[in-house]
Each structure stands twice: as C-alpha cells, then as structure tokens.
C-alpha cells in the first residue's frame, strides 16, 4: 500500500516561496499519475498540478506560471515550488497519486485513490 506524507506547508507573505515535498512509500512502479490540491476553509477541493510517469506535467491556470510540480524517482519523492504566493493561495495542500493516467490532468487530482496528511500553506498580504 502506497503511504504519501507531506512536508513543507507554512507562513509567507505575498510574492514569497515555498516547496512541498511529498515522499511516497511502499510504491509500485509502472503507470501512475502523482499531483497536488488544496482546499481553502469552506471551499470545494482544487486541482493544482498533476504529473504522469512520462514527467508530462499540468497545472492549474491560476498557478501557471507561479507553481513547478516536479519528481525525484531516485527519492520516491514529489515537489511542488511555489512562487509568487498570494493571499488566495491560502490552504491546506495535499498530495495525491493513482495508478492510471492522468487523463484530464490537474483537474482529477482530487479524485485520485490515495492522498498525504496535507501540510498547511498560509500567504498573507
């Protein structure tokens, strides 16, 4: 069983950085597709970036441009940097993988079978 835990939430101010780690246990190699959501205090669960075992990689358009989703399949571990942070970007984030696809890329990262604890991301203005 996959076991995925996240490291790297906090406080910033706006226009500040921050990387989450997500480091994957117990894996099994072969056609998964990895990424990242959050959900903000009484909002629906959002779709941020997603990556396929191939490395294609798809974001969110409110983080386009500001946010890298990245891999290191020697650590068995997931990135996201963050740049540019603003207020909005304000919630819990969480890691998510899956053994298919991507199909649909960042959109169904929120449905993927297994997810982290979530680490805390907090911008203020």
């Known amino acids: 069983q996959?076991?995925?835990?996240?490291?790297?939430?906090?406080?910033?101010?706006?226009?500040?950085?921050l990387r989450l780690s997500c480091a994957a246990s117990g894996y099994t190699y072969g056609t998964y597709c990895m990424g990242w959501f959050r959900q903000a205090?009484?909002?629906?669960?959002?779709?941020?970036?997603?990556?396929?075992?191939?490395?294609?990689?798809?974001?969110?358009d409110s983080v386009k441009?500001?946010?890298?989703?990245?891999?290191?399949?020697?650590?068995?571990?997931?990135?996201?940097?963050?740049?540019s942070l603003k207020p909005e970007d304000t919630a819990m984030y969480y890691c998510a993988a899956d053994a298919l696809r991507c199909s649909g890329g960042y959109r169904i990262v929120p449905y993927l079978e297994i997810w982290g604890q979530g680490t805390l991301v907090t911008v203020s203005s």
Do not use: C, H, W
């Open 2 to 17: 996959v076991q995925l835990v996240e490291s790297g939430g906090g406080s910033v101010q706006a226009g500040g950085s």
């Open 41 to 60: 205090p009484g909002k629906e669960r959002e779709g941020v970036a997603a990556i396929d075992n191939d490395g294609t990689t798809s974001y969110a």
């Open 65 to 83: 441009g500001r946010f890298t989703i990245s891999q290191d399949n020697a650590k068995n571990t997931l990135y996201l940097q963050m740049n």
